[in-house]
């Protein structure tokens, strides 16, 4: 009953800001998802309904950073990357609902890091 409860409470959120966030094809939207085990990001095209680009926590590159935070930022850093070689350098970050702390906060740093403008 309690998840049920939170789940609810996080879609509420989630759509309260996706009213507001709108991604197109120049500047995405830059959506994270947070598991207990994984992080996944993507960009996505909200007026097409495409989705540009993914990374997650799964690939190689990112599941062997260490700890989850360290994990979220090679996320981060990754989605960058890849958004860069579609020639995307500006995105809105969505962060679906979660608070702006702790993994969703290191996938926007490692973004950041990474060249992408949010």
């Known amino acids: 009953m309690a998840k049920a409860k939170k789940l609810t409470r996080r ?10 966030i709108k991604g197109t094809a120049l500047r995405p939207r830059l959506s994270v998802f947070r598991s207990n085990k994984q992080i996944y990001a993507q960009l996505i095209d909200d007026l097409n309904g495409h989705t540009l ?9 990112c599941s062997s ?10 996320v981060g850093k990754l989605i960058a990357e ?29 973004a950041r890091e990474g060249g992408l403008t949010i």
Do not use: P, W
């Open 11 to 20: 879609n509420t959120i989630k759509m309260r800001t996706r009213k507001k």
């Open 53 to 61: 680009c993914t990374a997650s926590s799964k690939e190689g590159v």
């Open 65 to 74: 950073a260490g700890n989850k935070i360290e994990q979220a930022k090679a």
């Open 82 to 110: 890849r958004a860069k070689g579609d020639n995307i350098d500006n995105a809105v970050f969505d962060r679906s609902g979660y608070l702006y702390h702790g993994r969703v906060k290191a996938v926007a740093e490692g």
